[in-house]
Nanobody
């Protein structure tokens, strides 16, 4: 498995931006598809964005399309989530996750998870 460490969360006003980073350990980062998922208080964990091994095929939840952008750097073993036009409903703990299959919206199909980073958007 790969170890993942997120950073970049914080408090931001509605309409603002944040960039999350997720650093992966090990030499096998490029063999994993990567995802960003989030969990708000009292809600289930939900898929936000995913990216394939090459970094050429991102996918997004409808709720973040046009506002969020996922990318990866297989040399730096890092995946990013650029979040623009943030809304209060984006408030959640954001997790980086790695999977061995295809990009999926299902949290259970990701094998390795980071500890999460809190994103809070004030109105």
């Amino acid at each position: 498995q790969v170890q993942l460490v997120e950073s970049g969360g914080g408090l931001v006003q509605a309409g603002g931006s944040l960039r999350l980073s997720c650093a992966a350990s090990g030499r096998t980062f490029s063999t994993y598809v990567m995802g960003w998922l989030r969990q708000a208080p009292g809600k289930e964990c939900e898929f936000v964005a995913g990216i394939d091994r090459s970094g050429l095929s991102p996918s997004y939840a409808d709720s973040v399309k046009g506002r969020f952008s996922i990318s990866r750097d297989n040399v730096k073993n890092t995946v990013y989530l650029q979040m623009n036009s943030l809304k209060p409903e984006d408030t959640a703990v954001y997790y980086c996750a790695a999977g061995g299959g295809a990009v999926t919206i299902h949290p259970r199909n990701y094998d390795s998870w980071g500890q999460g980073t809190q994103v809070t958007v004030s109105s």
